[in-house]
């Protein structure tokens, strides 16, 4: 297996530097040879060996294209497609299609060996092997390793990632319930693997995201939380306006928390001007009639609207919303809409705290590190059983598949923004000045801004409506 610090010198070697991820790639492949193909690959005055250097990398975007494409198609959680809660059995049928699918995306970089077959027989012993498996258990030793317990089809197996190896940060940040391939040596004696190489589902290198052929912006915000007295009504008339103006925009997402709910939290009603949950969607509906009939408006639900809080969430039932435009769409929480072809997965993000206890570094503060996390695991809620409510069913639609353009989430209050591997993430904030709570938590809060995304560049701008700012 190669080191990182002997990939690192060999292409310093070349006065060259050398990007974490072609490193993390030539270990994958284990192949000393690919150092000289990238090094003879790098164009002139390449200072760092970026993905792109890499042979055979070629950009494709994932899925299927959507040729003539319509303007708008939400392509999953379309409203009415989320199964009502099943037997507790189904779970089963869950996890199973969670692992065949995750695992399926790390095909060509794991040759995975069954579990039970490693375990039982004793040709693995002492030799290298791979293979791929859910975490079902995660502990750190006194020494500071990490020891997780893997389980395919087929058996489990006790793991062990030492804090001496490269790669290390990555054993750390394993999430119970994710599925990971791991390359490394299995012990003398069969009851412990010794991991050298953790590979996640991760985003392909070769992704390469669409964009529009024709012109066309979208505005994505989030956390509007009507009915809150810290719902921010004069940055919102001040937004209103503006979107009013900007004859660029033919659609508006919300990524959830569209009404600040009825007993959420304890003491709620001290905080709420309007008591009543159909006042609070009425009252959404009147401000969204007041944006022009052009503008496609896409609703997704949160975990303060008034549905079920077991993801996927359903989309905001008619009689909540009886008075709202016709422009008006609603969504379930995941759904994937495409907006001219521009793919863009649009989840609330109740998975943020429970990935935040457990991610070491990860904070509200960067709510846009966490959807990193969630881009190489494939998953938008990797943790079952914490704060993340998850419905059974057949299939896990929490899985991020295909790749989506844009990921958009909200939840944290905070706005941030990055990209990985062509993805663009979006959190877009809140319309909800800092709470009794959140001042509590110390949380700072990001409140009323607007993400406008260019769905013919993939590039974004920021508006804030906060007072004097705008
Ligand atoms: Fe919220
Ligand atoms: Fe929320």
Redesign the pocket.
Known sequence: MLCEEEIVSRFLATRLNVSPEVVAYIREQDDPSLIDRIIAAAPEGTVVVSADAIPAVKKVRDGTRFLPDPAYEVLKGKENSAESIRDFEEYVSYFRHRYTKLSSFMRGRVQPVPIEALARTGRYREEEASFVGMISEVRSTAKGNKIVMMEDTTGTIRVLFNKSRDGFAEAEKILPDEVIGVKGKLSSDGNIFFADTLIRPDIPLTNAPFMSESPGKAVLI??V?VGSDTFLEEEWHRFADWIAGREDVSYLLVA??LVDGIGIYPGQDKELVIKNIYGQYARLGEMLSAIPSRIRIILAP???DVVRGAEPQPAIPPKFREDYPENCEFVENPALVSLQGVRILMYHGRSFDDMIGMIPGASYRHPEEIMEEMLKRRHLAPTYGMRTPIAPAKEDVLIIDPVPEVLFT????ICGIKRYRGVLMINAG?W?SQTAFQKQMNVEPTPARAVVLDLATLEYEMVDFLKNQA
């Open positions: 989030s956390d939380h959830g928390d949160g975990n303060h909200g939840h944290v209050h809140t909800q």
